[in-house]
């Protein structure tokens, strides 16, 4: 776990306001779970996924309930509609901590932020294709370009049954070539192993059942249309059958955004799928769903590594330099303030020459100085300390209209 501090931490929130802003437009509405839920809600994810056996943060709470805090916000997400039963097709969006016991490295870590969205109540593959348009669009407003999109389809929940039998007889049959961590996955989730990116188990996998082959007409259909829909939208996408993915509830499509630049053991920007059974799993009625995770950290690490979507400085406009004994600069920074000019000062009555290298480092456009003398007469002096230390004389009356004014203006040029 780990601390973000500026200006990283602002890069965080301009993320998070990124998305936002993309997916109310579409019409998401935001849901903000508790961190913290029933165990119950995330076992139904499914007993044989590592999220749920290995890596959850459980404990026994003071009232003796057994609660998780949660590994993802899928099924929290699912719950709440259990429990509020907001009109269909419910669009829902959110953002916030997660909580994982994996192995922590570059891309990994026990708490990791993620960005989504889900849609319950409607079957329709454009639903498929409206979610990952929109991760296609958030990753591309990032400025992004080193993303892959790789979508399968998992079929009907029988065609998985039967495909996934397939694919255990398949895997046992060749168990002795299998890793040891793959044979123990087998036990666990025969699909699972087709995830394994270790390479004695790479020979056994490519020879596997294909699941298309094992896809009933209407999950067939379905995939056409959410394939020709990506199409018409002009979003390139690379199909690979062998992408189950790690939740289990999964049926129909599945995807997986991957960043060009990542290692391949953490390359997964995000991912998502419909699934079905959740809603009905947690004591609601019926209903199909379709949502992405979009991993923040591992997003900014791709940005990173592309140059792209930097942490952006938040600077001052104004910068009250105070030698008298700074209630000028109290009273100047709240006025400018609440005329909603950004105005910083120094505290601590330093020396002008101190307070003159604080305002210098703070990037501030424009220094308001008010020595002895300037106090004396009842006037600011205005530099401006980017064009080379150009400046004029204000009467301390009208400094917080004046520096206000200068503001608008910049900001109307844009010369910011
Ligand atoms: P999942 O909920 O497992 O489908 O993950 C969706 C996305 O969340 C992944 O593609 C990653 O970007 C991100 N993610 C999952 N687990 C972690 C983790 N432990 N640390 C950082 N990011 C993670």
Redesign the pocket.
């Known amino acids: 776990m780990r601390d973000i501090l500026p200006p990283e931490s602002a890069r965080w929130r301009q993320f998070v306001a990124t998305f936002a802003s993309l997916v109310t437009d579409a019409g998401y509405g935001q849901v903000i779970p508790p961190l913290l839920e029933d165990i119950g809600v995330f076992s139904r994810l499914g007993e044989a996924t590592d ?1 749920v056996t290995k890596e959850m943060y459980d404990f026994t709470d003071k009232g003796g309930r057994h609660v998780a805090l949660r590994p ?1 916000q899928t099924a929290s997400v699912c719950r709440a509609f259990v429990e509020h039963r907001p009109a269909l097709p419910f669009k829902a969006w959110y953002a916030g901590s ?1 909580f ?1 016991y ?1 192995k922590p490295q570059r ?4 708490q ?1 932020d ?1 960005v989504g969205v889900e849609v319950l109540g409607s079957d329709d593959a454009h639903v498929d294709v409206e979610v990952i348009a929109l991760a296609w669009d958030f990753f591309a407003s990032l400025g992004l370009q080193r993303v892959e999109l790789v979508i399968n389809s998992l079929g009907e929940p029988a065609d998985r049954a039967t495909y996934t039998s397939s694919v255990d007889q398949y895997l046992r049959s060749r168990f002795d070539e299998l890793t040891a961590e793959s044979r123990l996955t087998l036990e666990r989730n025969p699909l699972r192993v087709l995830d394994s990116k270790r390479p004695p188990d790479a020979d056994v996998i490519a020879g596997a059942p294909n699941i298309a082959d094992y896809w009933s007409p209407e999950a067939r259909t379905h995939f056409e249309r959410v394939c020709d829909g990506l199409t018409t939208l002009h979003i390139p996408f690379v199909i690979d059958s062998r992408l189950v ?3 289990d509830y999964y049926r129909r499509t599945t995807f ?2 991957r960043g060009g630049t990542l290692d391949s053991a953490q390359n ?5 799928g419909r699934y079905d059974g959740l809603v009905e799993d947690l004591g609601g009625p019926a209903t199909p769903g379709v949502g992405f ?3 923040l ?3 900014l690490l791709a940005c990173d590594d592309e140059g792209v979507f930097g942490a952006q400085a938040h600077e001052p406009f104004a910068f009250v330099i105070d030698t008298t004994d700074g209630t000028h600069a109290m009273a100047i920074t709240t006025a400018l303030r609440r005329f909603g000019v950004p105005a910083d000062r120094a505290f601590d009555g330093r020396s002008m020459k101190s307070q003159m290298k604080v305002a210098d480092r703070s990037g501030a456009a424009l220094a308001i100085i008010i020595g002895s003398d300037e106090a004396e007469r009842s006037q600011a002096l205005l530099r401006d300390l980017r064009s080379g230390g150009e400046q004029v004389v204000v009467s301390l009356s009208d400094v917080v209209a004046t520096v206000a004014t200068r503001f608008e203006s910049q900001m109307n040029t844009g010369a910011q």
Do not use: I, P, S, W
């Not at 891309?107 to 026990?110: D, F, K, L, Q, S």
């Open positions: 999220v993802e997660n994982r994996e891309g990994r870590y026990r990791f993620q993915r790690g939740l997986e955004f997964a920007l995000g991912g998502g995770a979009l991993g950290d591992r997003t």
